[in-house]
T-cell receptor
């Protein structure tokens, strides 16, 4: 199995530009998560999808952030417009929702730098 | 609300010595507990989990963890550390009232010196 695949691995952009991060979950997994990791705040859950439906987006920082999951094999996280404080590593993770017992499988992350 | 505390930011041990990374948790019901490891510039990798049953859980790379309900702890252990175990370790907890949300600790950086 290829695992969770994220792209791009690195993104450098200027303030105000649109950023789109992509994720392909593990085939057969029905839950997908977007996390953000920073030194100051650690790992933060941004949004959770179950069966392609957003269930919990309470962690999305503000309206500049949006996420979609048009089908079971693809999700995007978009930031528009981007700001320097959005610089972080963004992780996508997938799992089988098994009444809380399923572990998460993480991608390698997308490191975003906003200048 | 569920939460996890990792009281040590850093743990330093010599290769061949035992390694312990501490974790305590707080949940309203029965906990589901997880340990993950993150190597530099990589994603988090699952090590082991406690769901129910035997309090001693064995996982990947020779790691194990002991669930202690009375002390609300789930410490990660390895009898003989390797230099390659140097990484960032995260403890995480989930409870049945919220069966998808994992709450992660702040992480503990482990350095194993040769």
């Amino acid at each position: 199995d290829a695992g969770v695949i994220q792209s791009p691995r690195h993104e450098v952009t200027e303030m105000g530009q649109e950023v789109t991060l992509r994720c392909k979950p593990i085939s057969g997994h029905n839950s997908l998560f977007w996390y953000r990791q920073t030194m100051m705040r650690g790992l933060e859950l941004l949004i959770y999808f179950n069966n392609n439906v957003p269930i919990d987006d309470s962690g999305m920082p503000e309206d500049r952030f949006s996420a979609k999951m048009p089908n079971a094999s693809f999700s995007t996280l978009k930031i528009q417009p981007s700001e320097p404080r959005d610089s972080a590593v963004y992780f996508c993770a997938s799992s089988l929702r098994k009444q809380g017992t399923g572990e998460l499988f993480f991608g390698e992350g997308s490191r975003l730098t906003v200048l | 609300a569920q939460s996890v505390a990792q009281p040590e930011d850093q743990v330093n041990v010599a290769e061949g010595n035992p390694l312990t990374v501490k974790c305590t948790y707080s949940v309203s019901g029965n906990p589901y507990l997880f340990w993950y490891v993150q190597y530099p510039n990589r994603g988090l990798q699952f090590l082991l989990k406690y769901i129910t049953g035997d309090n001693l859980v064995k996982g990947s790379y020779g790691f194990e963890a002991e669930f202690n309900k009375s002390q609300t702890s789930f410490h990660l252990k390895k009898p003989s550390a390797l230099v390659s175990d140097s990484a960032l370790y995260f403890c995480a907890v989930r409870d049945l009232s919220n069966d998808y949300k994992l709450s992660f600790g702040a992480g503990t950086t482990v350095t194993v010196r040769a």
